[in-house]
């Protein structure tokens, strides 16, 4: 079963509007992560958050962590057509291997310039 | 970009032929894995590997098999393809384990007619 689930599935903007995707997921974890995947294109990993963070930056994006509703935030500000790609959050289990990560579905965003 | 490739790029083949993609990597990284995606499921975990000669199992192992005779290379082989194992396969490394950052590969086109 998926621990992590992106939501929306897909989003529409302007150029230098921001964009927000948000993941819920199901169990504790230590660490939650964000990455980018351009259309034909692997994995890019953009930022991780630790379970006793509540938030990074990274430029323009923004990370939030809140582990009492088991979700977060990817904020991009002044989003460019280059940003245009898909975002998937991806959770390890605390308490279970280490050696994984669960990956949600991912949401679809599309900058129109 | 981290030091991936994943080869055949794209194969057809058909059903019940044996199939093995290969993992690369020049990083020396001691985590290696296997993801296959798909649509509406997103990146799910195949196999994966903690060091040359042990690997364990994912999410969708049913099908699956994988071998790692030294840290570089990740073989991945599908003994007698079925239509259902027709996907983009993605391989990914990690130096310090699987709930740090993963480094993928741009992944293998494999369709099963």
């Known amino acids: 079963s998926q621990q992590g689930e992106e939501d929306p599935q897909a989003l529409s903007i302007q150029e230098g509007e921001n964009a927000t995707m948000n993941c819920s997921y199901k169990?504790?974890?230590?660490?939650l992560q964000w990455y980018r995947q351009n259309s034909g294109r692997g994995l890019v990993h953009l930022i991780l958050?630790?379970?006793?963070?509540r938030e990074k930056h990274s430029g323009r994006l923004r990370v939030t962590l809140d582990t009492s509703k088991k979700s977060s935030s990817l904020l991009i500000t002044a989003s460019r057509a280059a940003d245009t790609a898909s975002y998937f959050c991806?959770?390890?289990?605390?308490?279970?291997?280490?050696?994984?990560?669960?990956f949600g579905k991912g949401t679809l965003l599309t900058v129109n310039p | 970009d981290a030091g991936i490739t994943q080869s055949p790029r794209h194969k057809v083949t058909e059903t019940g032929t044996p199939v093995t993609l290969r993992c690369h990597q020049t990083?020396?990284?001691?985590?290696m894995y296997w993801y296959r995606q798909d649509p509406g499921h997103g990146l799910r975990l195949i196999h994966y590997?903690?060091?040359?000669?042990?690997?364990d199992k994912g999410e969708v192992s049913d099908g699956y098999s994988v071998s790692r005779s030294k840290t570089e290379d990740f073989l991945l082989t599908l003994e007698s393809a079925t239509s259902s194992q027709t996907s983009v396969y993605f391989c990914?490394?990690?130096?310090?384990?699987?709930?740090?950052?993963?480094?993928f590969g741009d992944g293998t086109r494999l369709s099963i007619l």
């Open positions: 990914a490394i990690s130096a310090v384990g699987g709930n740090q950052p993963q480094h």
């Open positions: 169990t504790s974890i230590n660490n």
């Open positions: 958050i630790r379970s006793n963070e």
């Open positions: 991806a959770t390890d289990a605390s308490g279970g291997s280490n050696y994984k990560l669960t």
């Open positions: 990083e020396n990284h001691r985590y």
């Open positions: 590997s903690y060091g040359v000669k042990d690997t």
